[in-house]
């Protein structure tokens, strides 16, 4: 099968779709580039089979990596209704859900919501992981590396989260928090 027509199809949609939202003209865009701008048209086109060395000058103008040049369009919006994200029930008395419908490499944003007396463990991650958690709503106790942390409303604690930590909830009404967590990389 021959896969040229759609890669080059996929390109040419997402260089106006890239070009567009920088609001950039075909000419702005060529010239940074580098390329002349017939160039840039017939890449638009979806019909050019760019070189290597073209396709590295302009995702570098773009500022996005080489691969979403040809990645499956995206929606210019997508719209996710209440309950289409990934929700489960974690420790005792605590849903998480996901956040975000992309994963971003080496971070994960949850909602946890702690039923009153709900209690969780959290898992620790890779060595050198930071971990940010942000009280919303009722009251969060959490314990990392044996110091406690009561936050209320609007509170943040920042920690290793490569560490042992627990998430609980003391108070008689829920409790909601965002955690953020950065995991790092390993070499």
């Not at 709503?137 to 604690?157: H, K, M, N, S």
């Amino acid at each position: 099968m021959n896969d040229e027509p759609l890669l080059a199809g996929r390109l040419g949609t997402n260089l106006v779709q890239l070009r567009e939202a920088r609001g950039l003209t075909q000419e702005q865009i060529a010239r940074l580039a580098g390329v002349p701008r017939a160039t840039w048209a017939n890449l638009e086109s979806g019909v050019a089979n760019p070189t290597l060395a073209v396709l590295y000058r302009v995702a570098q103008a773009l500022q996005v990596p080489l691969e979403e040049l040809i990645a499956t369009p995206r929606a210019s919006c997508e719209f996710f209704p209440a309950g289409s994200l990934p929700e489960k029930e974690r420790g005792q008395g605590v849903r998480v859900r996901k956040l975000l419908p992309d994963p971003i490499p080496g971070m994960e944003i949850d909602r946890m919501e702690l039923a009153p007396g709900g209690r969780m463990t959290g898992i620790p991650h890779t060595p050198g992981t930071r971990e940010y958690l942000m009280c919303e709503e009722g009251r969060i106790v959490l314990t990392a590396a044996g110091e406690t942390y009561a936050l209320g409303a609007g509170d943040v604690v920042a920690f290793r989260g490569d560490q042992k930590h627990s998430y609980a909830n003391p108070g008689r009404t829920r409790a909601v928090g965002y955690s953020v967590v950065v995991i790092a990389r390993v070499s």
